[in-house]
Nanobody, 124 residues
Framework: QVQLVESGGGLVQAGGSLRLSCAASGRTFSTYVMGWFRQAPGKEREFVAA????????YYQDSVKGRFTISRDNAKNTVYLQMNSLKPEDTAVYYC?????????????????WGQGTQVTVSS
Protein backbone atom coordinates (compact mmCIF):
# COMPACT_ATOMS: atom_id res chain seq x y z
CA GLN A 1 0.00 0.00 0.00
CA VAL A 2 1.30 3.43 -0.91
CA GLN A 3 1.94 5.82 1.95
CA LEU A 4 3.11 9.42 1.97
CA VAL A 5 4.20 10.91 5.27
CA GLU A 6 4.89 14.64 5.58
CA SER A 7 6.94 16.26 8.29
CA GLY A 8 8.59 19.58 9.05
CA GLY A 9 5.61 21.83 9.54
CA GLY A 10 5.28 24.20 12.47
CA LEU A 11 4.98 27.77 13.65
CA VAL A 12 7.41 30.38 12.34
CA GLN A 13 7.59 34.15 12.26
CA ALA A 14 7.25 36.05 9.03
CA GLY A 15 10.54 36.06 7.17
CA GLY A 16 11.55 32.73 8.61
CA SER A 17 12.12 29.36 6.96
CA LEU A 18 10.83 25.82 7.15
CA ARG A 19 11.73 22.65 5.30
CA LEU A 20 8.99 20.14 4.62
CA SER A 21 9.76 16.51 3.86
CA CYS A 22 7.58 13.82 2.36
CA ALA A 23 8.67 10.21 2.54
CA ALA A 24 6.99 7.79 0.16
CA SER A 25 6.74 4.05 0.64
CA GLY A 26 5.04 1.15 -1.06
CA ARG A 27 6.54 1.53 -4.50
CA THR A 28 9.38 3.25 -6.32
CA PHE A 29 8.57 6.81 -7.29
CA SER A 30 11.75 7.78 -9.06
CA THR A 31 10.03 8.18 -12.45
CA TYR A 32 6.88 9.85 -11.16
CA VAL A 33 5.90 13.44 -10.49
CA MET A 34 5.87 14.61 -6.89
CA GLY A 35 4.13 17.76 -5.81
CA TRP A 36 3.14 19.99 -2.93
CA PHE A 37 -0.27 21.56 -2.48
CA ARG A 38 -1.71 23.66 0.33
CA GLN A 39 -5.10 24.48 1.73
CA ALA A 40 -5.88 27.45 3.94
CA PRO A 41 -9.05 27.61 6.06
CA GLY A 42 -12.07 28.39 3.92
CA LYS A 43 -10.12 28.11 0.68
CA GLU A 44 -9.68 25.48 -1.97
CA ARG A 45 -6.58 23.34 -2.19
CA GLU A 46 -4.02 25.01 -4.42
CA PHE A 47 -0.89 23.99 -6.24
CA VAL A 48 2.43 25.07 -4.72
CA ALA A 49 5.21 23.23 -6.53
CA ALA A 50 5.96 20.07 -8.48
CA UNK A 51 9.02 18.20 -9.68
CA UNK A 52 9.42 15.65 -12.40
CA UNK A 53 11.78 12.70 -12.37
CA UNK A 54 14.57 15.04 -13.44
CA UNK A 55 15.60 17.46 -10.72
CA UNK A 56 15.65 20.31 -13.22
CA UNK A 57 12.02 19.85 -14.16
CA UNK A 58 10.32 22.01 -11.56
CA TYR A 59 7.19 24.14 -11.49
CA TYR A 60 6.01 26.73 -8.98
CA GLN A 61 2.96 28.81 -8.21
CA ASP A 62 3.79 32.42 -9.00
CA SER A 63 3.41 33.57 -5.39
CA VAL A 64 6.16 31.25 -4.14
CA LYS A 65 8.68 31.61 -6.96
CA GLY A 66 12.03 32.75 -5.62
CA ARG A 67 11.07 31.81 -2.06
CA PHE A 68 10.29 28.08 -2.21
CA THR A 69 12.43 25.30 -3.65
CA ILE A 70 11.25 21.79 -4.37
CA SER A 71 13.75 18.94 -4.59
CA ARG A 72 13.78 15.18 -4.44
CA ASP A 73 16.04 12.34 -3.38
CA ASN A 74 15.03 9.32 -5.44
CA ALA A 75 17.25 6.98 -3.44
CA LYS A 76 15.21 7.87 -0.38
CA ASN A 77 11.84 8.19 -2.15
CA THR A 78 11.59 11.62 -0.55
CA VAL A 79 10.56 15.05 -1.78
CA TYR A 80 11.38 18.28 0.02
CA LEU A 81 9.99 21.79 0.04
CA GLN A 82 12.37 24.45 1.31
CA MET A 83 10.36 27.53 2.23
CA ASN A 84 12.17 30.80 2.81
CA SER A 85 10.96 34.35 3.43
CA LEU A 86 7.68 32.99 4.70
CA LYS A 87 4.64 35.26 4.80
CA PRO A 88 1.44 35.05 6.86
CA GLU A 89 -0.43 34.24 3.65
CA ASP A 90 1.60 31.03 3.37
CA THR A 91 -0.26 29.70 6.40
CA ALA A 92 -2.02 26.48 5.41
CA VAL A 93 -2.00 22.73 5.65
CA TYR A 94 0.59 21.49 3.17
CA TYR A 95 0.03 18.22 1.36
CA CYS A 96 2.46 16.02 -0.51
CA UNK A 97 1.15 14.21 -3.59
CA UNK A 98 2.38 11.76 -6.18
CA UNK A 99 1.31 11.47 -9.80
CA UNK A 100 2.08 8.05 -11.29
CA UNK A 101 2.91 9.49 -14.68
CA UNK A 102 5.92 11.30 -16.05
CA UNK A 103 4.22 14.49 -17.24
CA UNK A 104 3.93 17.26 -14.67
CA UNK A 105 0.51 18.80 -14.10
CA UNK A 106 -0.54 21.41 -11.57
CA UNK A 107 -4.16 20.48 -10.91
CA UNK A 108 -4.83 18.34 -7.86
CA UNK A 109 -7.07 15.92 -9.78
CA UNK A 110 -4.01 14.75 -11.67
CA UNK A 111 -2.39 13.27 -8.56
CA UNK A 112 -2.99 9.74 -7.39
CA UNK A 113 -1.70 9.53 -3.84
CA TRP A 114 -1.82 12.05 -1.01
CA GLY A 115 -0.26 12.49 2.39
CA GLN A 116 -2.15 13.45 5.51
CA GLY A 117 -0.88 17.03 5.53
CA THR A 118 1.30 19.10 7.82
CA GLN A 119 0.34 22.46 9.31
CA VAL A 120 2.43 25.53 8.53
CA THR A 121 1.61 28.68 10.46
CA VAL A 122 3.38 31.97 9.79
CA SER A 123 2.87 34.69 12.36
CA SER A 124 3.14 38.37 11.51
Amino acid sequence: QVQLVESGGGLVQAGGSLRLSCAASGRTFSTYVMGWFRQAPGKEREFVAAIGWSAGNTYYQDSVKGRFTISRDNAKNTVYLQMNSLKPEDTAVYYCAVRVRAVVVIHSAGYDYWGQGTQVTVSS
